[in-house]
């Protein structure tokens, strides 16, 4: 399968990094979270973009292909028949395959986010717009 090679590819960040890197902001960086809006909605790591599936294309479209990008889902990612259980995964590798080249998923997804007592974000789903400027931690 094509995205075996990618996945053999694919880095990891630990919820501490990423929680590091965001207190940091040295580097240009994007999270995205790949899960429905509905689930974003509910909570979402702080300065994430919604980007579920399809949206995935229209958010790289315009950006830079060594941009750091953190994708997540509801957990990790798995080889698994449920199509939630692979979002964060399937996303990441289609940006590796669209030629981004430091793209990373967080382990343990949200899940692992929210259940180490990180702030958590929510949103109204009718207040959602498409991002301007995707890399907007720059």
Same mark, same amino acid.
């Given at each position: 399968?094509?995205?075996?090679?990618?996945?053999?590819? &694919?880095?990891?960040?630990?919820?501490?990094?990423?929680?590091? =890197?965001?207190? $940091?902001?040295?580097?240009?960086? &994007?999270?995205?979270?790949?899960?429905?809006?509905?689930?974003?909605?509910?909570?979402?790591?702080?300065?994430?973009?919604?980007?579920?599936? !399809?949206?995935?294309?229209? &958010?790289?479209?315009?950006?830079?292909?060594? !941009?750091?990008?953190?994708?997540? #889902?509801?957990?990790?990612?798995?080889?698994?028949?449920?199509? !939630?259980? $692979?979002?964060? #995964?399937?996303?990441?590798?289609?940006?590796?395959?669209?030629?981004?080249?430091?793209?990373?998923? &967080?382990?343990?997804?949200?899940?692992?986010?929210?259940?180490?007592?990180?702030?958590?974000?929510?949103?109204?789903?009718?207040?959602?717009?498409?991002?301007?400027?995707? =890399?907007?931690?720059?």
């Amino acid at each position: 399968m094509v995205f075996d090679l990618y996945e053999q590819k &694919l880095k990891n960040i630990s919820v501490d990094d990423l929680k590091n =890197l965001i207190h $940091r902001r040295s580097n240009a960086y &994007l999270i995205v979270d790949a899960r429905e809006l509905e689930a974003y909605c509910k909570g979402h790591i702080p300065g994430a973009c919604d980007a579920f599936d !399809a949206e995935i294309e229209s &958010l790289a479209a315009n950006m830079d292909k060594n !941009a750091h990008i953190i994708v997540y #889902g509801p957990g990790q990612w798995v080889r698994s028949e449920n199509p !939630a259980d $692979r979002l964060s #995964g399937d996303a990441a590798m289609r940006l590796m395959k669209m030629g981004f080249k430091n793209v990373m998923e &967080l382990n343990g997804g949200f899940e692992a986010w929210a259940n180490a007592g990180n702030r958590v974000d929510t949103c109204n789903p009718t207040s959602i717009k498409p991002a301007a400027n995707p =890399l907007k931690n720059m």
